[in-house]
């Protein structure tokens, strides 16, 4: 380092004390002039520290990095274009969370970086207490505490700057971003990606990419000079996703964007800062001091999930039993094609493949939209960051963090993006443990199952509540299991993150219908794609090979019953019990059957039989064609007349217990193939897929039947 010089850039809002600082570094070795071509003044400097020169330069006060003065263009093209060293950042600590935005944005630019905490004393008197050491974690950037006129921090601080700039790669390897969320940040990555392609920029892409889409015309020009021959794309590409974010949050990418950088700081100062005085009065902060409090915050957020599960069932009845009658009334149309006594293979494959598999599934829609529905409304008022935020102390006990929570949240929805979101977690540790446990998160597709089960065996006011406890019992298992995960196979320390928590926001009709929409129309997709092209194997399996010669004749047996029989109640008993017994004839000579009965013994100490045997082998698939088998089990065979319900047939056959602990059964164990391949490909690791998919399969099996033996013995 002997003889070098590095060139050190002072940025930060007007009266952060950023030019007291400068004083105190340079002393008497400055000069002032103005930039070249504007009347901004230009203050540079000279010291020497420990054999090596430093170029020190005070940029003009800016607020943010968003060309809206010629002072935040001043300072945003000297950084670009001189490319200092480091940046020191300079930061009011009185007033953290409005100063921290313009370090927030050099952060993301990628830059070697240091924050000098000034009027620290200032601070203290107002009653802050910051946990410097913490905060720096967060963010991974140092941190120095200054007081600008006594010249208190200002060794601590050019050694800082010193350490930052002899070893910058591993400086910013150490930065956190602030992460946008699941609507903005893969836009981000897609410009990034396209200036990574079709530009020669190899610094800032990120930075580029955020200003890009806000829309920023500085950044425009920038990039226009840089690769003429692109830039139309480049904006057109970013007007389109610009104008997705602004049609699903209802505001300016701008406004969206800024909103996302003070809930990233916010969530850092909540996790390191301590006002040991009155605290400010914003609309957040009071809805927070009591949605986050230590003792309310868990309660409230536990009956907020229970009255959407109890909203769910209760508005979502009525529109199912239109759905299926709509799905029954179109059953009889198709019937009526062909004869009353018709064996038709194609009739069924219609009746008892294609409708009973994918209508069956298709009629709890009302429950997925208005479980997405209460989701996206929470989501876009802020709470759910709120939620990942409350469920943070316990995390810690457990060897996680609140950000683990977030790829669960999501995981409510679908397995697949919850897993793909542990990309956000820091360390390989951390990653995989929520990997493992996070199918135990109660996805979309196993509502259809649980809204199968629930109002089968339990009457209208247990309905919520059960669909609660079921929810309930897979968080409380995902932290146990991780816990225990990280006891033994992933040890380590729990590294620190910023949770982010965002202001609270109005929800939009338009943001919140799109949200919903989505998610429910990739449950639709996958009904008449994935599960309708299961559904179809499933009833081939479970219709062939056809038994032709059967151990009775019940069509005799039958019509003896008919004739003879004086007691019309009694006759129509025995009917249904011949009927039943030549259905369980025919599927037991099926492959499925075949395949169900092999099993049996496995799963019969769960206290289930072979046709839900067959169905937990279809929902490996995708979970809800589990519901789809269970149609296509109780339809073939009886399509000579019009039959009960679904959940009558269960309710006929199964108990409450049996009922219960399919839904626990389907809970736990393993995820869906498809979810099982994603794993892998996270992971990096067949061994790491294939534990989750034994373990929790296992773990499945041995609470399901422990549940079940217990229940045997108590009721």
Same mark, same amino acid.
């Given at each position: 380092m002997a003889?070098?010089?590095?060139?050190?850039?002072?940025?930060?809002?007007?009266?952060?004390?950023?030019t007291t600082i400068f004083n105190a570094i340079t002393g008497s070795h400055q000069h002032v002039g103005n930039y070249p071509g504007v009347t901004v003044e230009k203050k540079e400097g000279q010291v020497s520290r420990d054999g090596v020169n430093l170029r020190i330069v005070d940029l003009p006060g800016t607020y943010s990095l968003t060309a809206h003065s010629i002072e935040e263009i001043v300072a945003r093209n000297f950084i670009l274009d001189e490319e200092p060293n480091v940046i020191v950042a300079i930061i009011d600590s009185s007033n953290m969370e409005r100063n921290l935005y313009l370090a927030t944005q050099l952060i993301e630019l990628d830059m070697p970086l240091v924050l000098a905490f000034n009027m620290s004393d200032v601070a203290e008197s107002r009653g802050f207490r910051i946990d410097v050491q913490s905060l720096s974690e967060l963010l991974g950037v140092p941190i120095v505490q200054t007081v600008g006129h006594k010249k208190k921090g200002i060794d601590e601080l050019l050694k800082a700057v010193l350490d930052v700039g002899q070893n910058p790669v591993q400086a910013v390897a150490k930065q956190r971003h602030p992460n946008y969320g699941g609507e903005i940040e893969p836009h981000v990555d897609q410009i990034q990606r396209l200036l990574e392609?079709?530009?020669?920029?190899?610094?800032?892409?990120?930075?580029?990419?955020?200003?890009? =889409?806000?829309?920023?015309?500085?950044?425009h020009k920038r990039v226009g000079n840089l690769c003429p021959e692109s830039i139309g794309m480049l904006t057109d590409q970013a007007d389109r996703l610009r104008s997705h974010v602004e049609s699903i949050c209802g505001d300016d990418a701008e406004i969206i964007l800024a909103d996302r950088r003070y809930g990233f700081i916010s969530g850092a100062c909540t996790e390191t800062v301590v006002q040991t005085v009155e605290a400010r009065h914003e609309r957040s902060d009071r809805i927070d001091s009591v949605l986050?409090?230590?003792?309310?915050?868990?309660?409230?957020?536990?009956?907020?999930?229970?009255? !959407?599960?109890?909203?769910?069932?209760?508005?979502?009845?009525?529109?199912?039993?239109?759905?299926?009658?709509?799905?029954?009334?179109?059953?009889e149309r198709v019937e009526n094609f062909w004869p009353a006594d018709s064996n038709s293979t194609l009739r069924s494959l219609i009746l008892d493949g294609i409708i009973a598999g994918v209508g069956g599934v298709i009629v709890f829609l009302p429950n997925i939209l208005l479980l997405f529905l209460a989701i996206a409304i929470l989501e876009d008022t802020g709470y759910m960051a709120r939620a990942a935020f409350i469920m943070d102390r316990l995390m810690h006990k457990i060897g996680l963090h609140g950000k683990s929570f977030i790829p669960m949240l999501i995981g409510f929805g679908c397995s697949i993006p919850g897993i793909m979101a542990t990309r956000t977690l820091e360390t390989r540790r951390?990653?995989?443990?929520?990997?493992? !446990?996070?199918?135990l998160m109660s996805c979309g597709a196993r509502l259809?199952?649980?809204?199968?089960?629930?109002p089968a065996f339990f009457p209208s006011a247990w309905r919520g509540p059960?669909?609660?406890?079921?929810?309930f019992i897979g968080i409380l298992l995902a932290i146990v299991g991780a816990k225990l995960l990280r006891a033994t196979l992933f040890r380590g320390q729990t590294t620190p993150f910023v949770m982010e928590l965002p202001p609270y926001r109005m929800p939009t009709l338009r943001g919140v219908t799109i949200h919903m929409w989505e998610r429910s129309w990739l449950y639709l997709k996958k009904a008449g794609t994935i599960i309708l092209g299961v559904s179809i194997v499933l009833w081939a399996m479970t219709t062939f090979p056809k038994k032709i010669d059967l151990?009775?004749?019940?069509?005799? =047996?039958?019509?003896?019953?008919?004739?003879?029989?004086?007691?019309?109640?009694?006759?129509?008993?025995?009917?249904a019990e011949l009927k039943n017994a030549r259905q369980a004839e025919v599927l037991s000579y099926s492959t499925i059957g075949r395949i169900g009965k092999a099993i049996e013994p496995v799963i019969r100490p769960m206290g289930f039989d072979?046709?839900?045997?067959?169905?937990?082998i279809g929902a490996l698939a995708a979970k809800e064609v589990f519901v789809a088998q269970l149609g296509i089990v109780f339809s073939v065979g009886e399509a000579d007349e019009e039959s009960d319900s679904l959940r009558e047939k269960l309710r006929a056959r199964y108990t409450p217990l049996v009922g219960f602990c399919v839904m626990l059964f389907m809970l736990i164990t393993a995820p869906c193939i498809a979810t099982v391949a994603v794993v892998k490909r996270e992971a990096n690791s067949w061994a790491v897929a294939l534990l989750q998919f034994a373990g929790l399969t296992v773990l499945a099996w041995v609470i399901t039947t422990a549940v079940f033996q217990i229940g045997r013995l108590v009721t």
């Open positions: 003889d070098k010089q590095l060139t050190i850039a002072l940025a930060g809002n007007p009266n952060s004390g950023k392609d079709r530009c020669t920029l190899d610094r800032h892409l990120r930075w580029f990419a955020i200003k890009l =889409l806000e829309g920023d015309e500085e950044t986050t409090n230590r003792y309310l915050g868990l309660p409230i957020f536990a009956v907020l999930m229970y009255l !959407v599960f109890h909203l769910t069932f209760t508005l979502g009845e009525p529109p199912m039993g239109w759905i299926e009658e709509g799905i029954g009334w179109m059953g951390d990653r995989l443990t929520t990997m493992l !446990v996070l199918p259809p199952i649980y809204a199968l089960i629930i059960m669909l609660w406890v079921i929810y151990d009775r004749d019940y069509d005799t =047996l039958i019509a003896q019953v008919e004739n003879q029989q004086a007691d019309p109640e009694l006759a129509a008993e025995k009917v072979w046709k839900i045997g067959t169905a937990t």
